[in-house]
């Protein structure tokens, strides 16, 4: 009885020491392989990362290993923003990343992107998209530092900034030769000679916004639609100095898909049938247009097929004729369209619209 019960007791042992071997092969090989499957493919959240690499020492290693996961470091929004994103860069994973976002790290400043120049040049050389929204301790000094140590930028943002004027854009333009994307929204003190610099400089911008820009006229937008004929995605949103004399060269952009004209109280019907040329528009706001009329919309309605949002929001120039027209044409496309205060549109209930418009997903633009 002894010894049967001694060996009971062997066969159970082994068997809780093969269960523990498996585990161990289960942890060391399995789930970090997984795991790095599972992370490559789906681009986990930076936070997300990181509370991984608290899991296990064998997942921690894994992930460490696979440079490709580690090229986002992510501060909106945080608190001591300066001092997170130094400790980041400090550590060896961190040295090949591509995008940096602080948006509203409201406590970023100069001295904490020149504490970046005097120590993380080489970490900073592949960087590809620095977010500064909202960063208004930011001056021309800091695009200055900053930009001097990114030469490979391609998406420079620096939203709501008044700190940062001409001469902030001139070292941009100079340290950085391959931007594309370019988001200067509400830098109220930037003037013609930025449009100049950036017209000059950046020949295949795809994206830009001056949202606010109120020093703008004519003569710099112009040269803009004259040199940047890539541009893709062009918001002037709240710039009401323009007139038709620059909304006619829009034409020239035959990439333009996104148009954001939201208070562009110059632009006429002349000004529209000339943005009409622009085939491949999928968004247009022409909110508060207040000079448009059926004309113009019907001009962008047969020229624009691949229409998918369309705001015509507070213009009591238009009635159910440009309905009629962009039924015609963009019955097919249109998924969000706004005519809230379009006195001239009768058949503006959503059921109306959407027996005329059978993809309408969203009827206003703005709330």
């Given at each position: 009885?002894?010894?049967?019960?001694?060996?009971?007791?062997?066969?159970?042992?082994?068997?809780?020491?093969?269960?523990?071997?498996?585990?161990?092969?289960?942890?060391?090989?399995?789930?970090?392989?997984?795991?790095?499957?599972?992370?490559?493919?789906?681009?986990?959240?930076?936070?997300?990362?990181?509370?991984?690499?608290?899991?296990?020492?064998?997942?921690?290693?894994?992930?460490?290993?696979?440079?490709?996961?580690?090229?986002?470091?992510?501060?909106?929004?945080?608190?001591?923003?300066?001092?997170?994103?130094?400790?980041?860069?400090?550590?060896?994973?961190?040295?090949?990343?591509?995008?940096?976002?602080?948006?509203?790290?409201?406590?970023?400043?100069?001295?904490n992107l020149e504490i970046l120049k005097s120590k993380f040049v080489?970490?900073?050389?592949?960087?590809?998209?620095?977010?500064?929204?909202?960063?208004?301790?930011?001056?021309?000094?800091?695009?200055?530092?900053?930009?001097?140590?990114?030469?490979?930028?391609?998406?420079?943002?620096?939203?709501?900034?008044?700190?940062?004027?001409?001469?902030?854009?001139?070292?941009?333009?100079?340290?950085?030769?391959?931007?594309?994307?370019?988001?200067?929204?509400?830098?109220?003190?930037?003037?013609?000679?930025?449009?100049?610099?950036?017209?000059?400089?950046?020949?295949?911008?795809?994206?830009?916004?001056?949202?606010?820009?109120?020093?703008?006229?004519?003569?710099?937008?112009?040269?803009?639609?004259?040199?940047?004929?890539?541009?893709?995605?062009?918001?002037?949103?709240?710039?009401?100095?323009?007139?038709?004399?620059?909304?006619?060269?829009?034409?020239?952009?035959?990439?333009?898909?996104?148009?954001?004209?939201?208070?562009?109280?110059?632009?006429?019907?002349?000004?529209?049938?000339?943005?009409?040329?622009?085939?491949?528009?999928?968004?247009?706001?022409?909110?508060?247009?207040?000079?448009?009329?059926?004309?113009?919309?019907?001009?962008?309605?047969?020229?624009?097929?691949?229409?998918?949002?369309?705001?015509?929001?507070?213009?009591?120039?238009?009635?159910?004729?440009?309905?009629?027209?962009?039924?015609?044409?963009?019955?097919?496309?249109?998924?969000?369209?706004?005519?809230?205060?379009?006195?001239?549109?009768?058949?503006?209930?959503?059921?109306?619209?959407?027996?005329?418009?059978?993809?309408?997903?969203?009827?206003?633009?703005?709330?």
């Open positions: 009885m002894e010894r049967r019960c001694a060996e009971e007791s062997t066969d159970i042992g082994g068997e809780e020491e093969e269960v523990e071997v498996e585990e161990a092969l289960w942890n060391k090989e399995t789930i970090p392989r997984v795991m790095k499957a599972v992370c490559t493919c789906i681009k986990l959240h930076q936070r997300d990362l990181i509370s991984l690499l608290l899991v296990s020492p064998w997942l921690h290693r894994t992930l460490i290993s696979h440079p490709s996961i580690w090229l986002v470091i992510d501060l909106h929004e945080m608190n001591n923003a300066g001092d997170r994103l130094v400790a980041a860069l400090s550590l060896p994973r961190y040295h090949n990343v591509k995008n940096i976002n602080l948006e509203f790290a409201r406590d970023i400043e100069d001295k080489d970490a900073l050389k592949n960087l590809e998209s620095l977010n500064l929204n909202g960063c208004q301790k930011i001056s021309d000094k800091g695009v200055e530092v900053i930009t001097s140590i990114c030469p490979n930028l391609a998406a420079f943002s620096i939203y709501w900034n008044v700190r940062v004027t001409d001469i902030g854009v001139k070292h941009l333009v100079r340290n950085c030769k391959r931007i594309t994307d370019l988001n200067l929204s509400g830098c109220k003190n930037i003037t013609e000679q930025s449009l100049h610099l950036i017209a000059d400089n950046y020949r295949d911008l795809e994206s830009l916004n001056l949202t606010r820009c109120i020093k703008l006229t004519d003569g710099g937008l112009q040269q803009i639609l004259l040199n940047c004929y890539s541009l893709q995605s062009l918001n002037l949103y709240a710039l009401s100095s323009f007139t038709d004399e620059a909304y006619k060269k829009i034409s020239l952009l035959s990439h333009l898909r996104f148009l954001d004209l939201c208070g562009a109280q110059n632009l006429t019907d002349d000004g529209l049938r000339s943005i009409a040329n622009c085939r491949k528009l999928v968004s247009l706001n022409l909110t508060w247009c207040i000079h448009v009329t059926d004309v113009g919309v019907k001009a962008i309605a047969e020229s624009c097929s691949s229409l998918e949002l369309l705001s015509l929001f507070g213009i009591v120039g238009v009635t159910d004729r440009c309905l009629e027209a962009l039924c015609k044409c963009c019955s097919g496309t249109l998924t969000t369209l706004d005519v809230n205060g379009c006195v001239g549109i009768k058949g503006r209930a959503r059921d109306e619209l959407r027996q005329l418009f059978p993809k309408l997903k969203c009827f206003k633009v703005h709330s």
